[in-house]
């Protein structure tokens, strides 16, 4: 049974930092991601890291945020972690992880499976 479990969120003011880890158990996953809700809001992609033996380690961001977020990956442990800085106010939301086959997919329909969240909630 494949379980994802989220960690790390909490409260911070603006301009701190958190880190995020999503620890896989069950299978491991080429394609794992972030995404965020926030309250009457759709899901929002955050970001995805896939991994092959071939081309390596990648990672994409959503625009919003590229340079404050990074994404990385512990295979050995099969977690995904989101080290989170210069936090605003406007990325408080529930954060997710999700897991799937596609590469670097932005598209949520496309991770099958999925953590149950963990709120980070920015102060200003």
């Known amino acids: 049974q494949v379980q994802l479990v989220e960690s790390g969120g909490g409260l911070v003011q603006a301009g701190g930092s958190l880190r995020l880890s999503c620890a896989a158990s069950g299978r491991t996953f080429n394609s794992m991601a972030w995404f965020r809700q926030a309250p009457g809001k759709e899901h929002e992609f955050v970001a995805a890291t896939s991994w092959d033996s071939a081309p390596g380690f990648y990672a994409v961001y959503a625009d919003s945020v590229k340079g404050r977020f990074t994404i990385s990956r512990d295979n050995a442990k099969n977690m995904v972690l989101l080290q989170m800085s210069s936090l605003k106010p406007e990325d408080t939301a529930a954060y997710y992880c999700?897991?799937?086959?596609?590469?670097?997919?932005?598209?949520?329909?496309?991770?099958?499976?999925w953590g149950q969240g963990t709120q980070v909630t920015v102060s200003s």
């Open positions: 999700a897991a799937g086959s596609d590469w670097l997919s932005r598209d949520r329909t496309r991770y099958i499976h």
